[in-house]
Nanobody
Framework: QVQLVESGGGLVQAGGSLRLSCAVS????????MAWFRQAPGKERESVAR????????DYADSVKGRFTISRDYAKNTVYLQMNSLKPEDTAVYYC?????????????????????WGQGTQVTVSS
């Protein structure tokens, strides 16, 4: 049973940085496309960033391009989301997700329903 555990959330001032981590257990993370989603109060869940199994392909929501970076460490079975230049509108619960894929080069879809495994979420709050 694959489990995802997020950490690294917190309260930060606008312009600051945070790094979220997602630890994968119960399986080898390299067989999964990994992604970060977020959901703000009263809003729908949205895709933030995705990374292929190989790590060579990444994709981002337009709202975070140039500020957020997704990466993965196979030795640690961990996926990261480095968030810089944070804005109050980045405030949300951030979720890590994993989906099995045969294609190692594809970043994966933005549709959350494709992902079979989810973490419990970590709160990120950006004050103005």
């Amino acid at each position: 049973q694959v489990q995802l555990v997020e950490s690294g959330g917190g309260l930060v001032q606008a312009g600051g940085s945070l790094r979220l981590s997602c630890a994968v257990s119960g399986g080898t993370s390299s067989i999964y496309v990994m992604a970060w989603f977020r959901q703000a109060p009263g809003k729908e869940r949205e895709s933030v960033a995705r990374i292929s199994r190989s790590g060579g392909t990444t994709d981002y929501a337009d709202s975070v391009k140039g500020r957020f970076t997704i990466s993965r460490d196979y030795a640690k079975n961990t996926v990261y989301l480095q968030m810089n230049s944070l804005k109050p509108e980045d405030t949300a619960v951030y979720y890590c997700a994993a989906g099995f894929s045969l294609d190692a080069s594809v970043a994966g879809p933005t549709n959350g329903r494709w992902y079979g495994y989810w973490g419990q979420g970590t709160q990120v709050t950006v004050s103005s």
